[in-house]
């Protein structure tokens, strides 16, 4: 079985259950509800934080360092009350606890909000990780910690990595690192950078309303800025080339357009460089 | 009498980055286009979900080209009231403005009878284009405004 192939059927047996979509971002991937979306990403791969909030109340956060020893995880729970203590200060008396469940550290705080959370070293990416769920005293977050925490996976499979956010669903290779972002309603774009080339992922909702004027290829022309490109249609979607044009040593560029007629959305992939690993493959898309 | 264009859809708001963060971004603009009516607090998601936005009277659809829709709204019931008397138009003349919306915003105009909640229609609009809950209620958030502004509608604001 190739890589490509791997991470697909790793995809799939890790996929989504009705009613639960699959947030992906800088190594990480986990499931939950689909009516959770990412409202606050910031970081890179070594250090970040994600914040997914729900219609109610509950909000997951994840926060993540890069470490090659991740030392005592006890005294860095305890530094993260003594934050949380410091911020409830003169609003709410402040209340947290701990148990060791194996490798993972379990905790709770409560104060005028409460939270749940987990904390553990991935030996996977090398990274200490908090995963909490947080809500009103009244809530219960439980069951929510624990769905979130059966599916988290982290690090890269057969050198791919999940990027998956917004209805884009993206297995990349693991050297691509995201540079650059733009999150709007209806597009969702993600530049990616390598050494010596760069991807741009994009994905466009109200895919039959955007084509139904001019069809798919002239937007896709427009869309990619790839106006002289050669087009194939595949059975997979459409396929853009452009040879290297004026100014001279300007990379080709390549592009690959998939409509998803389920999810309503137009997921493109382009491509700027000479490097043949960094071309976009079908298998890319989840 | 120009044809002023409302879009819908893409790039309609922001969901992260400079202007706001997902649902932030919702109420704060729900709020500003509540401020422009009744004055007010922020909303809290609960209370923005609850708002009724009704089309205001006397204003006329009719269908436009490809799904779109056109309306027709008295100048004096949508023009500021510094342009009104700028104009110096005889009270007895009157003078339409047009509007035209296209598919996805005229989706939503239908839905804005007074029945259906702002929670209500964004479910609308995620099953009908299949949008995820927090696009959907962005881009419904940064329309509303935009037909409020243009005064095209009211809301009705949830009871306590």
Not at chain 1, 165 to 191: C, I, N
Not at chain 2, 11 to 37: M, P
């Amino acid at each position: 079985m190739s890589g490509a192939e791997a991470a697909r059927s790793v995809a799939r047996a890790s996929g989504p259950r009705n009613g639960r979509e699959r947030f992906g971002w800088q190594g990480f991937q986990f499931e939950h509800p689909d009516d959770w979306a990412p409202v606050t990403l910031s970081g890179g791969r070594h250090a970040g934080y994600a914040r997914l909030a729900s219609s109610g109340p509950l909000a997951c956060h994840v926060r993540w360092e890069r470490t090659r020893n991740p030392g005592d995880l006890e005294s860095r729970l305890r530094g993260y009350f003594v934050c949380l203590e410091k911020q409830a200060k003169g609003r709410a008396l402040f209340e947290a606890s701990f148990e060791r469940e194996s490798d993972v550290l379990l905790y709770r705080w409560r104060a005028d909000a409460q939270g749940r959370g987990a904390l553990f070293f991935s030996g996977a990416c090398s990274r200490v990780i908090f995963l909490e769920i947080s809500g009103r005293p009244k809530d219960s977050l439980l069951g929510p910690l624990r769905e979130v925490l059966r599916s988290f996976r982290s690090g890269a499979s057969h050198g791919r990595v999940l990027w998956s956010l917004y209805g884009m669903r993206l297995w990349l290779p693991e050297a691509l690192q995201v540079k650059g972002s733009r999150f709007r309603s209806g597009h969702t774009q993600l530049d990616f950078r390598t050494r010596g080339a760069r991807v741009e992922a994009q994905r466009w909702a109200f895919a039959k309303q955007l084509v139904a004027k001019h069809g798919l290829e002239p937007w896709a022309r427009a869309v990619l800025d790839m106006d002289g490109a050669h087009t194939a249609l595949e059975p997979q979607g459409l396929r853009l080339r452009s040879a290297s044009a004026w100014p001279p040593f300007t990379p080709p560029k390549l592009a690959l357009v998939r409509v998803e007629p389920d999810r309503n959305q137009i997921v493109t992939l382009r491509s700027l460089g000479r490097d043949p690993g960094i071309e976009p493959q079908w298998d890319w898309f989840g | 009498m120009g044809l002023v264009r409302i879009g819908y859809g893409a790039a309609a708001g922001r969901l992260i980055g400079a202007g706001g963060k997902g649902w932030r971004r919702v109420t704060v603009l729900l709020s500003k286009f509540r401020r422009l009516f009744a004055g007010g607090d922020r909303l809290t998601p609960e209370q923005a979900r609850r708002m009724r936005p009704r089309r205001k009277h006397g204003i006329l659809s009719e269908p436009g080209e490809a799904g779109s829709t056109v309306l027709m709204a008295p100048l004096d019931a949508v023009e500021p009231m510094w342009s009104r008397l700028l104009s110096r138009r005889p009270e007895s003349e009157s003078v339409m403005k047009r509007f035209e919306l296209e598919p996805v915003g005229a989706f939503v105009w239908e839905l804005c009878d007074g029945k259906h909640t702002f929670g209500a229609i964004a479910q609308k609009l995620r099953e009908r284009f299949k949008m995820n809950r927090l696009e959907a209620e962005t881009a419904l958030a940064a329309f509303l405004q935009t037909l409020g502004r243009r005064g095209l509608i009211e809301l009705d604001l949830p009871r306590k």
